[in-house]
């Protein structure tokens, strides 16, 4: 009976979905597993066979679960707001929802085809009203509530204002905007109600505020720094320049400790959490302020080494800071307005990590140190960052290898840490009050010491203090585009109001322009209809808009990460249509138990969903503030591209091995093209572009052989292989087995169809076990010692390497066992069958095919895995080598259980013994009771 992969999986893949056999429920008495995988943005493209490595890990563990008696939610999803879709519409007027739409008709198409049991009954989008419209709502609770810095939580803004009422804000520890002024009870509630307003957003998790962003004038919108590759927009590789806009933001910065802390109760990779722990970047020190000469102004800087302050020779801001324009003088200006310009078309990132480049400009300005009270000539520079710190730094040429080649590159004094210091020698005495001499202050007081007094004298003189400060930044929430989450806001007298949850969603509006206005204005402002009626509480046209009872509503959009920092907490109970998800089915799943994913979302979306989860959990929305407990990051699957060689300056190409050193051009061709062998298809070739319509070929032995080369698979490096071709010549099982056969699921590793060939071999060779020319060949015969070794020798490899991740080398002990078995002339049921649970989270269709033809009418997906028995895998007997005066002649395998008289006797009883001795008697029979046998004589 022949192994028909087509007619198996499809008939198992409409099986499944007609049954919805790995439908997850939210009451079991069974232990719950929670498997995710991080969800895709649908492509028009399509899957490639790097996608679903991770996928198809995920289902693997998540079938084995379930053959260990758990109940398994594994669900999959569409992240599927984005730029993508948006730049899709400018370019072809098709409305993104219709291409997003056929985009996921196809990715499902392909998932399916690969046989992943996902509960699609719990399929979200986020791009879909019933989704985002708890995305809107999240966002309003985040409006509504404020970072108590004392409890070290999130609490509604209503106990703010009853504070504020009672007490004023003078008590209040909270994370807050640093401009934030002290005011009394009475005087805020004397305020007016826009006043007050403005103040909240002072305090609000998410605020209104003039941010620096990265803008991108051909793409119309901001970006996130992890947009951006160097310096320009990742989509389409345009020009990205720092601008100041007023933006919605996260208040992210106020989680920094929480969000260090949590890392270490999570089985993350070190080398992500590693990333994380760089990016909030906490460092201890001290926030020194130095007044500005000639100005009502002072430059505060944050220094993790305030006992450095007497090595302060100059200080340098960052471009943007907001004190630039103020302090420089006339003399300096252009010189500061140009430096600045050309500043703002560097993306931080690559501000950052030039370290070559030393560049900056002096603003004529000085600052007065504060100790010694000597001028500090003010600088700007494009190594310091306006977002990071103060947005100045103290320089300290002696101390700092960046501050030193500043100094050196402009000519500024490198001056002694020390020199100075016995202006104010007295102000820094040790506990017994005994004067440090000059030489001595740091040496003779330590690290620690010094730079507590340096903080206490900085207190003492109301010029700084200790702090402890953190890279991260506050997240910037707007996003100039249509194709995202609308914002549930509309604006009163310019304050933002939020729209009641009863009311949402707010839907996107129809748009004839996927553009920004002719004014500058982002999509939504092309909108006819975009106003809110606060009688009627419904969407209106715009000119209806008269600031009393119709009001303007928010023209920007959520960045795409908003719907993906809550979406594993909506597939716990995804179709609620009255909250987010119901208390009972977020405590009984309560968190991911395995989430599998990039390792390139290491500060954007990994970071943002632990905010959103702590900000959640603060408010008692969900039982756990860490959402994933493992986290795995699957390696690349690379493509291995091919080359043609076109010799310089003509339309010959040249055969791979006859390029010599003669001067040529590589071009990627596409592999479709190229053979197992690496022979291109000449024909095929010709008619791919009409420039090489009439291409001549140097060829090798009649035949074009291409180059190789292993490089990330992408579209434009010809190099994508479809997992549809595979599945329709080979099978999704061969597919799944192959794809991890590859190697260790966190490395990559490159792609080579012609290797997919032997692990279809090997699944024909399996069905061969169970099957004969004719029809199943299965018996009820007791299986043999060998044969139950094989099984359970296999059955603890497979439940190891399963419970490690080593799903390559289970795939190597699944080909064992099948020569073994297969040597032995096996046909066991005994055996075969646990062989097919065993072998199901892996290759499932054939799987499912062979248990319903072994007689089962359920599905094999909740058989119980096989259980390992020691007892098979102790050896019983020993292959004794029979030695004649130290020779070996032969071996005989005896029980183990024999004992020193019988097995000599065994032996000596042996005809092959007989013969050797030829009627002698032996003088001596050494016995060594399972190892050898030597007859002496």
């Known amino acids: 009976m022949k192994y028909n992969f087509n007619e198996i999986e499809a008939k198992w893949q409409k099986y499944w979905a007609d049954n919805r056999t790995f439908k997850a429920a939210n009451h079991s008495d069974k232990p719950k597993f929670y498997a995710l995988d991080m969800f895709p943005y649908p492509s028009g493209a399509g899957l490639h066979v790097g996608h679903p490595l991770g996928y198809i890990a995920s289902d693997i563990y998540a079938r084995y679960k379930r053959h260990k008696g758990f109940n398994v939610l594994h669900p999959m999803g569409y992240d599927s707001f984005g730029l993508p879709a948006e730049q899709y519409a400018i370019q072809t007027g098709q409305h993104p929802a219709l291409t997003t739409e056929a985009n996921i008709s196809r990715y499902r198409e392909q998932l399916d085809k690969i046989g992943f049991s996902f509960d ?40 703010l204002i009853n504070i504020f009422e009672s007490e004023g804000n003078v008590n209040v520890n909270a994370a807050c905007d640093d401009d934030t002024q002290e005011f009394s009870a009475d005087q805020w509630n004397k305020f007016s109600n826009k006043e007050q307003q403005k103040i909240l957003l002072k305090y609000r998790l998410t605020y209104l505020a003039d941010t620096e962003v990265n803008w991108c004038p051909a793409l119309g919108t901001v970006l996130a720094n992890d947009e951006i590759v160097n310096g320009v927009s990742e989509r389409g590789g345009h020009p990205v320049v720092r601008k100041k806009m007023t ?44 007044k500005v000469k000639g100005h009502d102004a002072q430059i505060d800087v944050f220094t993790t080494r305030p006992d450095t ?104 004094p490198i001056p002694n840490i020390f020199e100075g210091v016995d202006v104010s020698v007295e102000a820094f005495a040790d506990k017994e009050n ?72 707010i839907e996107l509006p129809e748009v004839e322009k996927y553009l920004p206005t002719e004014t500058g204005e982002p999509p939504l402002g092309n909108a006819s209809q975009w106003a809110w009626d606060t009688e009627t509480n419904t969407v209106v046209e715009n000119d209806k808009i008269d600031h009393k009872k119709i009001f303007p509503l928010e023209l920007n959009t959520m960045p795409g990460w908003a719907g993906s920092s809550w979406y ?73 591209s091919a080359f043609v060689y076109r010799l310089e300056n003509s339309n010959t190409f040249v055969s791979a ?178 062989l097919v649970v065993l072998i199901a989270p892996y290759a499932p269709h054939i799987a499912e095919e062979l248990w319903s033809q072994l007689g089962h009418q359920e599905s094999v997906a909740y058989a119980a895995f096989p259980v390992f028995e020691e007892k098979h895998l102790v050896e019983s007997t020993k292959e004794y080598p029979v030695s004649f005066n130290g020779k070996m002649r032969f071996t005989k395998e005896l029980s183990l259980d024999l004992s020193k008289d019988q097995i000599e006797e065994a032996v000596l009883s042996d005809e092959r013994t007989i013969k050797q001795l030829d009627g002698r008697t032996p003088k001596k029979v050494i016995v060594v009771p399972g190892k050898i046998v030597n007859i002496v004589g």
């Open 120 to 159: 699609w009954t719990r399929e979200v989008r986020t791009s879909d009203p019933s989704f985002y419209k708890w995305t809107q709502w999240i966002f309003i609770q985040l409006f509504n509530a404020w970072y108590d810095l004392d409890a070290d939580k999130s609490r509604p803004v209503q106990e």
């Open 247 to 290: 933006q919605w933001s996260m208040r992210i910065s106020a989680f920094a400790e929480r969000l260090l802390e949590g890392l270490e109760r999570v089985d993350w990779p070190e080398a992500l959490k590693d990333i994380q722990r760089n990016w909030i970047g906490k460092s201890v020190g001290a926030q020194v302020s130095f």
């Open 309 to 412: 302050i007497f090595g302060v020779s100059f200080m340098t801001l960052a471009p943007e800071h907001e004190l630039v324009a103020r302090i420089t003088t006339e003399e300096q200006k252009k010189a500061v307005e140009d430096y600045v310009e050309a500043t703002s078309r560097r993306s931080e990132r690559e501000r950052m990590a030039d370290v070559k480049n030393i560049s900056g400009v002096f603003t004529g300005a000085y600052a007065e140190h504060p100790f010694t009270g000597k001028d500090v000539p003010v600088w700007i520079g494009d190594y310091v960052l306006a977002g990071y710190g103060t947005g100045a730094v103290m320089a300290v040429p002696c101390g700092d290898q960046r501050d030193h080649d500043f100094a050196n590159h402009f000519g500024l």
């Open 434 to 505: 005994t004067v440090i001499a000059n030489s001595d202050f740091i040496n003779g007081m330590g690290y620690k010491k010094a730079t507590q007094c340096v903080i206490e004298e900085l207190e003492k003189i109301g010029q700084g203090y200790g702090k402890i400060n953190y890279r991260l930044r506050d997240a910037v929430f707007s996003r100039q585009r249509y194709w995202g989450e609308p914002f549930p806001v509309y604006y009163v007298d310019g304050m933002p109001q939020m729209i009641a949850t009863e009311h949402l969603p």
């Open 568 to 640: 594993f907490n909506r597939y716990m109970d995804a179709g609620n249509t009255k909250e987010f998800a119901s208390k009972e089915a977020l405590n009984y799943w309560q968190d991911v138990d395995l989430y599998i994913g990039g390792s390139e979302h290491a500060t954007g979306h990994l970071l943002y969903s632990r905010f959103w989860q702590k900000f959640l959990y603060d408010l008692g929305l969900i039982s756990v503030d860490e959402y994933a407990r493992k986290l795995i990051n699957q390696g690349m699957i690379l493509g291995t």
């Open 657 to 834: 091995n006859l390029k010599g050193d003669r001067e040529v051009q590589p071009i990627h061709v596409d592999v479709n093209m190229v053979n197992a062998s690496d022979e291109l298809n000449l024909e095929a070739f010709k008619a791919w572009r009409p420039e090489f319509a009439d291409a001549k070929f140097e060829l090798e032995e009649g035949k074009y052989i291409v180059g190789r080369e292993v490089e990330k698979m992408s579209k434009s490096k010809y190099n994508v292989v479809s997992p549809d071709d595979i599945c329709s010549d080979y099978g999704a099982d061969t597919l799944r087995m192959y794809e991890m056969f590859l190697g260790p699921l966190e490395q990559a590793k490159p792609w080579n169809t012609a290797g997919i060939t032997g692990v279809h071999n090997f699944l024909k060779k399996l069905w061969k076990l169970y099957f004969d020319k004719e029809a199943l060949c299965v018996t009820d015969n007791e299986p043999t010692a060998d044969n139950l070794k094989t099984l359970h020798k296999t059955i603890k490899k497979v439940e190891e390497d399963i419970e490690n991740f080593s799903f390559n080398t289970s795939v190597s002990t699944f080909m064992i066992c099948v020569n073994e078995l297969s040597a032995q002339k096996c046909h066991s049921r005994a055996i075969l069958e646990p």
